[in-house]
């Protein structure tokens, strides 16, 4: 194939000198889900001269979507407005998240997930799993069929919260090596070991998922860290000895290159030199935040300390699966901050959804942009004509402008096509 399109990505990283790439006619020449060439339309033709030609000039095509944190059981939850975190738990999220003991509630709401996903032109996510193994098999037997590129895993709990939602030491390291053995590096999908947060484990159970790490190189680990401070401090009463929150799942082994933790509104300075010594990321959620009322992210705090930083919805606290919304979000944020935020412009707004996503996940050699060499993971947003984006869309100053308005304005229905890999997930 050959797609002709308006393309904007940032493979150079804008929060360190990069800036937007924009090309209003540029040629993909995509053979069996990989970039082969990115030249001139010309060129592409002349050199494939067979190749299938698909033009969407009149839209506007982007890598591929990544969301870094997002609760697949949560999807029914979006919407529980008026509560701070713990209090969510107790009265939305956990409630639900019970239900998937069921395992045809489980498989409809996998499928209805991973629509939510797709339809929003998130094509790579770090996902949070069920704490029912049975939910994670039909999760990821769907998520296989789909393509999408996922890391996901058994999320594990065995103190404070509901008695369906508690497991063993023992009982989560067989259902997780059990999972580990039927799914990692199957397809596009990756395991990751997930304990809920250090507020719901006990020292022996982040201790076995430290064990599940080291017997089996490659997974990932994802958790919470740093959200709230009611559940800070309840973490600080749980393990007297651990040094602060971070150090929790540190010295249980769960602190890697591979490790995605969700929020960190309020860390220390030795939490964020810590993760940026061992290259852990946190994965920024502000609509969650926002919603919960967890605080402001520290973004420009993150990126002094060398952490890496990329969006999540966070799903069902955020609200919704959109990383457009996400993304202006995080701007409002930073641009609210009393402490003083960091001035982001659409350029870090798309690097943060997409190839900052990439890194996060490890995946830069794969995905995050549109260039020679990479596999063909895109978003093409063609908005219906005559609405409020198409109007902004034709009528941008410029393609920074342009970038702008789509994350000002853009919606999952404004996403007209996706695909993983060069296969096309929706439209
Ligand atoms: N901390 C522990 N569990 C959760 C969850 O489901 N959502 C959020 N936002 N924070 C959490
Ligand atoms: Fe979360």
């Known amino acids: 194939f050959i797609y002709r399109a308006r393309v904007f990505d940032t493979p150079t990283d804008p929060f360190s000198g990069g800036s937007l790439r924009s090309e209003s006619d540029v040629a993909l020449v995509v053979d069996d889900g990989l970039i082969i060439a990115r030249t001139d339309f010309a060129s592409a033709t002349a050199d494939h001269p067979d190749a299938e030609v698909v033009d969407l000039r009149a839209g506007v095509l982007i890598p591929g979507l990544i969301d870094t944190h997002v609760h697949y059981p949560q999807i029914r939850a979006i919407g529980y407005l008026g509560k701070p975190l713990l209090d969510w738990l107790d009265h939305c999220a956990l409630p639900e998240e019970a239900k998937l003991g069921d395992h045809d509630y489980a498989s409809a709401l996998a499928g209805e997930f991973l629509t939510g996903l ?212 995080a701007y409002f944020m930073q641009q609210l901050d009393p402490s003083g935020g960091l001035p982001l412009s659409s350029a870090h707004l798309l690097h943060l959804a997409t190839a900052a996503g990439a890194e996060a996940l490890e995946l830069s050699d794969q995905v995050g942009d549109l260039s020679e060499g990479k596999r063909f993971d895109a978003a093409y947003i063609q908005p219906t004509e005559g609405q409020p984006l198409a109007v902004g869309l034709e009528h941008a100053s410029s393609d920074n402008d342009a970038l702008a308005k789509i994350f000002a304005m853009g919606t999952p229905a404004d996403i007209a096509q996706v695909w993983v890999d060069g296969r096309l997930v929706k439209g």
Request: hydrophobic letters at 40%; glycine letters at 10%.
């Open 118 to 329: 797709t339809s929003a032109g998130t094509t790579s996510a770090m996902v949070f799993g069920s704490h029912f193994a049975t939910a994670m098999d039909t999760f990821f037997t769907q998520a296989a069929e789909v393509g999408l590129r996922i890391t996901s895993g058994l999320v594990t709990s065995d103190t404070i919260l509901p008695e369906p939602l508690l497991t063993s030491v023992e009982r989560s390291v067989s259902e997780s090596q059990d999972l580990i053995d039927r799914w990692h590096g199957k397809g596009h999908l990756r395991y990751a070991v997930t304990p809920r947060f250090s507020f719901s484990a006990g020292q022996e159970l982040l201790a076995a998922g430290g064990q599940l790490v080291a017997d089996n190189p490659g997974i990932w680990v994802t958790s919470h860290l740093n959200e709230n401070r009611d559940e800070i401090a309840g973490v600080a009463e749980k393990f007297p000895e651990a040094l602060d929150y971070l150090d929790t799942y540190d010295r249980a082994g769960l602190l890697n290159r591979q490790t995605i933790l969700a929020h960190n509104v309020h860390p220390s300075d030795r939490e964020l030199a810590r993760m940026a010594e061992v290259g852990a990321a946190s994965a920024h959620c502000p609509t969650s935040n926002s919603n919960l009322a967890s605080g402001f992210f520290p973004l420009r705090r993150h990126i002094e300390a060398g952490v890496r930083v990329a969006l999540g919805s966070d799903v069902g606290a955020g609200t919704g699966f959109s990383l457009f919304k996400e993304g202006v979000q």
